[in-house]
């Protein structure tokens, strides 16, 4: 079968870069992507490419080349889905904070509501793509939904997880080290397989395109995030002790990290990790091993969680102890509200923590952020809900220069590791703080010692303090 249209139901970070590189790298497919906010929609049309909703390195470069030719992004569904042979779902699944499951399972009512808009519009045979990441065993459900509730239709179902890091994602998808495809192992299901095969297979070489059951395809999306994040979380758990015994956790991590079996990869100490994907996948499932019964192993798998909770309290502990155990009414710099460089993602963001904290010790936050905007840091605060709207703006501001952030602070936290905060002119930020005047390093990306010359006083994650 070869597919000619394609819809995406989502315009978020999954969807808008992933169907814009389909659309470049396949010219002869309509790839639309559609979406209920009017406002993204709008976003990803504006004639400046450089204002498309999610920042990416290269993506504005690909959606210019694709928009209008075969790219189109419409608040349309229904029109979309009558059209399209093949439908990726790519709608947000976060963690449920309601009834059963709150706090780990998925809330999974965005998809089903695609499965019932689809089930509704379809005229014709579809192949239904999951892109979200899901809990196993999911592909059952919008199967169930779209069998029982549509219109005599053919529905088959595949698995086809992401596998971007954000601030790479472009990259990741024209040279992905591999691409999973998960379907029922039938005929009709091998065909809609092969269908999708086809598509990568334009710009992917055969070998890396990896073809499963949906099953087994659905828990290898919440493995690897699991994995990946126990890296982070171990490295993490270390590096308090490498501050304990002086030794350094970037020298610990190097040398670990040329052991062939380990790898380097995921083994920075850090502030811990943010994202939309690994908290969510892991929390995931724990509930998952819960509700089998298999609580050692959700036990396992829960410690990754309670050890990145622990990093972001203790970095912001730190910062209260080395400023005399008090960080009332004193100004605390932020350089970096994203959860990682190269985007504009700030979901689960250290940041958003470690201000909260401050915050509640009555400090006074600055944050500057490259791509992040003012409305977007107030609304992350707002969430959490730990204070009024109204507070939250009189006790944290938003600056648009690093050096006016930082004038007149006590401390700067680096909390993002963008590239543009080592190229800073730091003698002129501590000649504008109050002294002593510190740098807390949440992502080990400064020059210690250069910093340590002009008079700061540093502490890093898995060194021990300069005091």
Not at 396 to 424: N, R
Request: net charge negative; glycine share 6%; proline share 3%.
């Amino acid at each position: 079968m070869k597919i000619q249209s394609i819809c995406c139901i989502g315009a978020g970070y999954v969807g808008g870069p992933t169907m814009a590189v389909i659309a470049k790298k396949c010219p002869d497919i309509k790839v639309t992507v559609v979406d209920l906010n009017e406002a993204r929609i709008a976003a990803w049309n504006d004639e400046d490419v450089s204002k498309i909703p999610v920042y990416e390195p290269g993506l504005s470069d690909v959606v210019a080349e694709a928009r209008g030719r075969n790219l189109f992004f419409s608040t349309d569904v229904d029109k979309a889905i009558d059209e399209a042979e093949m439908i990726f779902i790519s709608v947000n699944t976060p963690t449920k904070t309601y009834g059963e499951g709150k706090g780990q399972a998925a809330d999974l009512k965005w998809i089903e509501l695609c499965a019932r808009q689809i089930a509704r519009v379809a005229k014709g045979d579809k192949i239904v793509v999951e892109k979200s990441t899901l809990p196993v065993r999911t592909a059952s459900t919008l199967k169930d939904i779209l069998e029982n509730t549509g219109n005599g239709m053919n529905f088959q179902i595949l698995s086809n997880p992401e596998f971007l890091a954000e601030g790479t994602a472009v990259e990741d998808l024209m040279a992905p080290d591999r691409v999973l495809i998960g379907g029922d192992q039938t005929e009709e299901g091998l065909k809609a397989i092969d269908a999708l095969v086809n598509v990568y297979a334009r710009w992917v070489p055969k070998e890396r395109i990896l073809t499963t059951n949906v099953w087994s395809s659905e828990l290898s999306k919440l493995t690897a995030n699991a994995f990946l994040a126990q890296r982070v979380s171990s490295i993490n758990s270390l590096s308090e002790l490498c501050e304990h015994t002086e030794a350094d956790v970037n020298e610990v991590s190097r040398a670990i990290g040329t052991d062939s079996r380990i790898g380097p990869k995921f083994l920075k100490a850090s502030v811990g990790f943010g994202g939309s994907c690994f908290q969510k996948d892991i929390l995931n499932l724990v509930y998952i091993s819960r509700s089998y019964g298999l609580n050692e192993v959700a036990d396992y798998w829960e410690q990754v969680i309670i050890m990145n909770d622990y990093q972001k309290k203790r970095f912001s502990n730190k910062i209260i102890k080395n400023l005399y155990n008090t960080v009332s009414g004193k100004k605390i710099a932020f350089l970096g509200w994203a959860f990682k460089k190269d985007t504009n993602d700030t979901r689960e963001s250290a940041a958003i923590y470690v201000a909260d904290h401050l915050l509640n010790e009555q400090s006074k936050v600055s944050v500057y952020d490259p791509k992040v905007t003012e409305q977007q840091i107030y609304s992350d605060l707002d969430y959490l809900g730990s204070r009024a709207p109204e507070e939250n703006k009189d006790s944290l501001l938003v600056v648009d220069d690093p050096y006016e952030v930082c004038k007149g602070a006590h401390a700067v936290a680096v909390l993002t590791e963008w590239d543009e905060f080592k190229t800073y002119d730091w003698q002129k930020i501590y000649d504008n703080m109050l002294k002593p005047a510190h740098v807390f390093d949440g992502r080990n990306i400064m020059d210690k010692k250069a910093l340590r010359d002009i008079g700061f006083k540093v502490h890093a994650i898995g060194t021990a303090d300069d005091n």
